[in-house]
C-alpha cells in the first residue's frame, strides 16, 4: 500500500497509492502512526516529511482530516511537510481548503 | 472598317457617327452582358453559399446553445459551492449536532473531573490513614516487645512453685508464645500487604492527578472552543446573508456577456432577410437589363440605364451592408466566446480564493476540522477516562476486602491479648498465694498492662481499619458508577459521535465534489468554447461570395452613370427605385437607400462604391450631402443628342418604377 522511502537524510518519504478517501483513510492512519513511531524513524532526525501523493486524482473530506492530522504530528517534531501531487483535482481541492498554506506543494 | 466618311459634312457623317456610337454602344452592351453574366453566376453561388451560411449560423447557434448550457452548469455549482462554502445553503443542524454531542460530553468531561478531584482527596486522606495505620506496626511491636522475654521469666519464676503453678505458667507462655507467632505474621504479611496498598493508592493518586489535570485542561478549552464557534456560526450565517459575493456580480456580467453573443446570432435574420431582398431585385434588374438591350435607341435605354444605376448601386450598397453586418456577428460572436471564457475562468479562481469559504470548509482550522477533531477529542478523553475508571476500580476493589480482613485479625489479636491479660491477671492473684510467687506476680501484672495496652491500640487500628475499609468501598463504589456512565457515554460517542462525524465529513464532501465538478465544467466549457469558436467561419463569404456579387453590380452602376452623364441625362430625374424603399424592413436597409439616392441628386457627391468594412452597419455609408438647390447637374461629356434623342420626360408618377417596384 505505502512504502517509507529515504530519499534524504533529513526527509521521511511516504507514498500513497491510488486516492485518499474515506476507503483506506483509516489504514493508512494506523500504517502512517506506526511508521512514524518505528524505532528506526522516530529515533531519527528528519526535517521534512514528504507525502507523495502523485498516484491520488481524488482527496476527500477524511482524506483531508487525515492529512491534516499528519501535518500536525509533523509539525510537533518540529519538522515540514510537503505534498507532491501530479493531479490538478488534487491541487484545488489542497487550495479550496486552504491547506496549501500550511504545507508546501510541490507538482510532480 | 473605314471610320472617315468621304465627305466631311452632311448625312454620311452623321449616319457614320451614329455607327460609331452604335458599335460603341454595343461594345458597352456586350460589357454590361459580361458584367451580368458575373452578378448571375455570383447570384447562384450566392443562394448556394447562403445555405451553407445558414447552415454555419445555425451549427454555431447549437453549438452555443450547448455552451450556453454548460455555462449554466457552471454557474450553479459556483452558486451551490459559494452557498455550501458560507453556510447559506445550509441551515445550522449540519453542525448543531456535533456541538451538542461535544458539548454534552464535554459536561460528561467536567463531571468526571469535579468527581476526580473529590476522590483525589478522600483517596489522600486514606493514604495518610494507611500511613497512621502502619505505624501501628511500629507501636505494637514496641509495646509487645517485653512479652517476648516473658514467657522465660515465666519459667524462671515459677521453676521453685511445683508443677503445677509451673504448668499454669507454662499455659501462658504457649498462649504468649502463640501471640507472638500471630503477630509476626500479621507484621510481615498483612501489613506488608498494606504497605503495598499504600504504594498502589498513591500510584492511582498519581494517574487521577494526572488526569484530573488533563480533563480541566481540555474541558476548559472545548467549553472556549464550543462557545467561540456557536456564536462565530451564528454570526457568519447571519451576515452571509446579507453578503454580496464578488461572485454574483461575475454570473451577472456573465448573463450580459452571453446576450451579446446572442445578439451576434440575429445578425443572420438580419443578413438573411437583406440577402432575399437583394436577390428579389435581380429579376426586374434582369428585365430592365433586356430593356436596355432590345432598347433601339439610346432615349429607350435611358431608363433601364437609370434603374440600373440606381438599383446596381443600391443592391451593391445592400451587400456592403450585409458584409459589415457578417463581420460584426463573428466579432461579436468571438468576441463575445473568448469573453465569457476568461470571465467563467476568472470566476473560477475567485470561488478558490474567495475568503468566505475559510470558514467552515477550511481544512486546517476551519469549523469542520475543529468539530471533527473535538469529537476525536473527547471520544479518547472519555474513553480513557473510562479505562482510569475502571483501573482505579480494579486496584482499589480489594483493598477494602484487604482492610476489613486485617481488622478481623486485628480484633482477634485483641481478642486472645485480653484472654492473656485475664489469665495473666488469675495466674498472678494465684501466684501471690504463695509468697514465692511474688516475681509471677509482678510478670503477671506486667504482662496484664501490655495486653490491655496492646488491646488498646489494637481496638483503635481495628477501628480506623473498619472506617478506611468503608471509605475505600464508597470510592470504589464511586468508580464502579463513573465507569458505567463513563462506558454509556462512550457509547453515544461511539454511536452517535460517528454520526455526527460522517455528517459533518459528507458536507465538506459535498462542496469538495462541487469543486471538483467545478473543475471538470470548466474544462467542458473549454473544449466547448473552442468547438464553437470553430463554426464562426464566416470570412469566406464576407470575403469572397459578397464581393463577387457586389463588384459587378458596382461596376454596371458606375458603367451606367457614366452612359446616362454621357447622354447628357439628369440624375436628378425621378427616382426609380423609390419604390425599393417599401419592402425595406430594416433601419439599415433604408440609410443605405436613402444615401444612395442623396449621392444621385447631388451628383458632385462621392457616390457609393466599395468600401472597407465597416464596424456597424450605421458606418457603411456616409450621410448623403445636402441637396443644393438651384444647382445644375454637372455633365462630364459632351451630349451628343439629336433633338429625336432628347429624353422624353418621365412619367409624373414613375408608373412603371412604380409598377417594378411593386413587385418587389
Same mark, same amino acid.
Given at each position: ?31 502512517? &502512526?506506526? $511508521?512514524?513511531?518505528? &524505532? ?10 514528504? $507525502? ?57 | ?12 457623317? !452623321?449616319?457614320?457617327?451614329? !455607327? ?25 453561388? !450566392? ?54 454531542? +461535544?458539548?454534552?460530553?464535554?459536561? %460528561? ?37 517485653? !512479652? ?56 492511582? +493518586?498519581?494517574?487521577? *492527578? ?19 464557534? #456557536? ?64 432598347? /433601339? ?27 459589415? *453586418? ?26 478558490? @480564493?474567495?475568503?468566505? %469559504? ?6 486546517? =482550522?476551519?469549523? #469542520? ?10 471520544? =479518547? ?62 510478670? /503477671?501484672?506486667?504482662? /496484664? ?10 481496638? =483503635? ?56 465538478? #467545478?473543475?471538470? @465544467? ?21 470575403? @469572397? ?8 453590380? +458596382? ?62 452597419? %450605421? ?31 418621365? @412619367?409624373?408618377?414613375?408608373? =412603371? ?6 413587385? %418587389?
Amino acid at each position: 500500500m505505502n512504502s517509507p522511502q529515504d530519499s534524504e537524510k533529513d526527509s521521511l518519504t511516504l507514498r500513497v497509492l491510488g486516492d485518499l478517501l474515506s476507503t483506506n483513510a483509516e489504514a493508512l492512519q494506523s500504517e502512517f &502512526a506506526r $511508521l512514524l513511531e518505528g &524505532a528506526d524513524v522516530s529515533s531519527r532526525k528528519w526535517g521534512i516529511f514528504r $507525502l507523495d501523493l502523485t498516484g491520488a486524482k481524488m482527496v476527500d473530506s477524511v482524506g483531508l482530516n487525515l492529512v491534516v492530522t499528519l501535518l500536525k504530528r509533523v509539525q510537533k517534531r518540529g519538522a515540514r511537510m510537503q505534498i507532491a501531487y501530479s493531479n490538478a483535482n488534487v491541487l484545488r481541492t489542497f487550495s479550496f481548503t486552504r491547506l496549501d498554506r500550511h504545507v508546501e506543494l510541490v507538482k510532480a | 472598317m473605314k471610320w472617315w466618311p468621304l465627305k466631311l459634312k452632311g448625312e454620311p457623317l !452623321l449616319v457614320r457617327l451614329q !455607327l460609331l456610337f452604335g458599335s460603341l454602344e454595343r461594345r458597352r452592351s456586350s460589357e454590361f452582358a459580361g458584367l451580368f453574366a458575373q452578378v448571375r453566376e455570383a447570384e447562384l453561388n !450566392l443562394v448556394q453559399a447562403s445555405r451553407g451560411l445558414e447552415a454555419q449560423f445555425l451549427a454555431t447557434s447549437s453549438e452555443l446553445e450547448s455552451l450556453a448550457g454548460f455555462g449554466d452548469q457552471f454557474v450553479k455549482q459556483v452558486e451551490t459551492l459559494v452557498s455550501l462554502a458560507t453556510g447559506k445553503g445550509c441551515d445550522d443542524s449540519v453542525f448543531s449536532g456535533a456541538i451538542r454531542l +461535544i458539548d454534552q460530553s464535554t459536561q %460528561f468531561l467536567v463531571g468526571c473531573q469535579e468527581q476526580t478531584v473529590g476522590t483525589l482527596e478522600l483517596l489522600r486522606t486514606y493514604n495518610a490513614q494507611i500511613g497512621r495505620l502502619l505505624a501501628v506496626e511500629t507501636q505494637l511491636q514496641r509495646t509487645m516487645l517485653p !512479652l517476648r522475654f516473658v514467657p522465660t521469666l515465666f519459667k524462671a519464676e515459677s521453676a521453685p512453685l511445683g508443677s503445677a503453678v509451673q504448668q499454669m505458667f507454662t499455659s501462658l507462655t504457649h498462649e504468649i508464645e502463640g501471640l507472638h507467632a500471630q503477630v509476626q505474621e500479621i507484621f510481615g504479611t498483612k501489613f506488608k500487604q498494606l504497605e503495598q496498598t499504600r504504594r498502589t493508592v498513591a500510584a492511582v +493518586i498519581a494517574q487521577l *492527578d494526572r488526569q484530573s489535570q488533563s480533563l480541566h485542561e481540555v474541558t476548559t478549552t472545548h467549553k472556549a472552543q464550543i462557545e467561540s464557534s #456557536i456564536e462565530t456560526l451564528k454570526k457568519e450565517m447571519t451576515s452571509n446573508h446579507e453578503r454580496d459575493v464578488r461572485l454574483g456580480v461575475l454570473s451577472k456580467d456573465i448573463a450580459r456577456e452571453v446576450e451579446q453573443i446572442v445578439m451576434g446570432l440575429q445578425f443572420q435574420d438580419i443578413i438573411n432577410q437583406k440577402l432575399q431582398h437583394v436577390t428579389a431585385a435581380f429579376p426586374q434588374i434582369e428585365a430592365k437589363f433586356t430593356e436596355f438591350n432590345t432598347a /433601339s435607341n439610346q432615349a429607350q435605354a435611358r431608363e433601364p440605364l437609370h434603374f440600373l444605376e440606381q438599383s446596381c448601386r443600391l443592391e451593391a450598397g445592400q451587400l456592403q451592408g450585409a458584409e459589415g *453586418d457578417l463581420a460584426n456577428a463573428e466579432a461579436a460572436i468571438q468576441g463575445g466566446i473568448q469573453k465569457v471564457l476568461a470571465q467563467l475562468t476568472e470566476m473560477d479562481s475567485h470561488c478558490l @480564493s474567495l475568503e468566505e %469559504f475559510k470558514l467552515l470548509t477550511t481544512s486546517f =482550522d476551519g469549523m #469542520i476540522q475543529v468539530l471533527v477533531e473535538m469529537i476525536e477529542e473527547v471520544r =479518547d478523553l472519555v474513553g480513557a477516562t473510562v479505562a482510569s475508571a475502571a483501573e482505579a476500580y480494579e486496584v482499589l476493589r480489594p483493598l477494602g476486602g484487604l482492610a476489613s480482613g486485617l481488622t478481623a485479625i486485628i480484633r482477634d489479636l485483641s481478642a486472645r491479648i485480653r484472654l492473656i491479660g485475664l489469665n495473666a491477671q488469675v495466674q498472678a492473684a494465684r501466684a501471690a498465694q504463695d509468697r514465692r510467687g511474688a516475681g509471677l506476680e509482678v510478670l /503477671s501484672a506486667r504482662t /496484664s498492662e501490655i495486653s490491655e495496652e496492646t488491646n488498646r491500640i489494637s481496638v =483503635d487500628a481495628a477501628s480506623q481499619l473498619d472506617a478506611l475499609a468503608a471509605g475505600l468501598a464508597e470510592s470504589v463504589n464511586a468508580f464502579g458508577k463513573l465507569q458505567t456512565t463513563g462506558l454509556t457515554q462512550q457509547d453515544v460517542l461511539n454511536q452517535q459521535g460517528r454520526t455526527e462525524e460522517r455528517r459533518l465529513h459528507a458536507f465538506r464532501d459535498s462542496a469538495l465534489e462541487t469543486l471538483r465538478a #467545478i473543475g471538470d @465544467s470548466l474544462d467542458q466549457l473549454r473544449a466547448q468554447a473552442q468547438r464553437t469558436l470553430a463554426t464562426v467561419q464566416f470570412s469566406e463569404f464576407r470575403q @469572397s461570395t459578397l464581393p463577387a456579387l457586389r463588384l459587378p453590380l +458596382i461596376a454596371i452602376a458606375d458603367g451606367a452613370q457614366r452612359w446616362v452623364q454621357a447622354r447628357g441625362g439628369d440624375q436628378s430625374e425621378a427616382i426609380l427605385v423609390d419604390g425599393f424603399k417599401r419592402n425595406y424592413t430594416m433601419a439599415s436597409e433604408r440609410e443605405v437607400f436613402a444615401s444612395v439616392v442623396s449621392a444621385r441628386s447631388s451628383p458632385s457627391a462621392p457616390l457609393p462604391s466599395e468600401r472597407p468594412v465597416a464596424n456597424s452597419e %450605421f458606418e457603411a455609408f456616409t450621410e448623403p450631402p445636402a441637396d443644393k438647390e438651384g444647382e445644375p447637374a454637372s455633365v462630364s461629356e459632351p451630349a451628343l443628342q439629336t433633338a429625336s434623342e432628347r429624353p422624353a420626360p418621365a @412619367s409624373p408618377n414613375g408608373s =412603371d418604377l412604380g409598377a417594378n417596384v411593386e413587385l %418587389f
